[in-house]
């Protein structure tokens, strides 16, 4: 637990390199399970705040895998005026590596999400105090925006996120003219439909697990997915893509705001090529969510050198740069234990040439130490 100093001197040089007024009573502390609800209601007023930042995610991540909450909190006068959603995830090396310090773990987006940048400098301070205490590998902040830190980042990912057309027409007459024509194409000729409900989940899961394997990557264990639908309700949707009544393509969205995200998603092999099935999910959901009356449309983050990039790409979105920002205790250099690493290439095609059974098994164990 820390304290920022209060000077009566004027600016003061911030230890991350920025100069900044004095902190005035500002205290950060460990966030506690009982003060959920009203740091959830700062996140929600904040522009910089995420659907990570809120308790629940930390709360699934515990449940799901058992990373323990780390959670600091800015006040003053007693009122929350920041937030650091944060987790301590274990090595892949188990007890011979060191923990590290995430936020957030399994998410796209987090860092801090204060008042103003001394309270998020305060933030990120005793974060840092707390990786060199404890002797972690690394703090990792997953910031959207450039959070004005001075400490190393990645440039490996993007996000893509958009305004949503005013008319569910015109989320299919805005794509670009390869991409529209293959989702006409699905619905006028492959009769694709697009089907909303939770009872989808195993559906989703089933292909999301089997599109995980192809790709060479432990895929997450089917409790995560339940614990999301129970900790977060109707802000978690799940819909189907049908072909005669065949499920081809899935995806969970997670609802923030006046925004949908698009989270996690399977596909059957081989039906892109066949039907376009993932082109007229995302343009349905589109539709869908235009119905619903939300006015942004979140693609979710894809590395550069991706397929995934490219298809979004295709899609009419633009991707921007995330600004992960990383601060090295124990490691020597930042994390690259990613499907984009020629490294891992031969683990890869081992794993994506396993039976389903044995990577489903072993992906229970695994996921927990790649968030």
Not at 159 to 186: D, N, Q, V
Not at 279 to 297: H, V
Not at 312 to 326: A, I
């Amino acid at each position: 637990m820390s304290s920022a100093a209060t000077t009566e001197d004027g600016p003061v040089e911030s230890p991350l390199g920025s100069v900044e007024p004095p902190a005035v009573d500002l205290e950060v502390r460990p966030s506690l399970p009982a003060d959920d609800a009203e740091r959830d209601a700062f996140v929600e007023t904040r522009p910089e705040g995420t659907f990570f930042h809120l308790a629940g995610w930390g709360r699934v991540v515990e449940r799901a895998f058992r990373h323990r909450r780390r959670d600091l909190l800015a006040l003053r006068d007693g009122r929350i005026v920041g937030v650091l959603p944060m987790m301590q995830s274990p090595s892949l090396l188990g007890p011979l590596g060191r923990p590290k310090l995430i936020s957030m773990p399994f998410a796209v987006y987090g860092g801090p999400c204060g008042e103003d940048h001394a309270v998020c400098l305060a933030l990120v301070e005793e974060a840092k105090r707390l990786a060199e205490v404890e002797s972690m590998g690394r703090l990792e902040l997953r910031c959207r925006e450039d959070p004005g830190l001075d400490l190393p980042g990645s440039d490996l990912y993007a996000t893509f996120a958009a305004p949503l057309p005013a008319t569910p027409e015109e989320a299919l007459s805005g794509m670009p003219k390869k991409s529209r024509a293959e989702a006409r194409k699905a619905r006028e000729r492959h009769g694709l439909r697009l089907s909303e409900g939770i009872w989808y989940l195993d559906d989703l899961y089933r292909l999301f697990q089997l599109n995980k394997r192809n790709l060479g990557s432990p895929a997450l264990p089917h409790a995560m997915f339940h614990c999301l639908w129970r900790e977060f309700g109707d802000r978690v949707r799940v819909h189907l893509v049908h072909r005669d009544r065949m499920p081809v393509s899935a995806v969970m969205s997670f609802l923030w705001r006046d925004t949908v995200m698009a989270y996690y998603a399977g596909t059957v092999p081989g039906a892109d090529r066949e039907c376009s099935a993932s082109n007229f999910m995302y343009m349905a959901l589109r539709e869908w969510s235009i119905r619903e009356g939300f006015k942004q449309f979140d693609f979710g983050r894809s590395r550069k050198d991706s397929g995934a990039f490219r298809f979004k790409e295709h899609q009419g979105f633009v991707g921007r740069d995330l600004n992960y920002r990383y601060y090295l205790v124990g490691n020597a250099q930042l994390p690259s234990f990613t499907p984009s690493n020629p490294k891992t290439r031969i683990l890869r095609e081992i794993w994506s040439r396993l039976p389903l059974t044995a990577t489903q098994r072993m992906s229970r164990t695994l996921a927990r130490y790649l968030p």
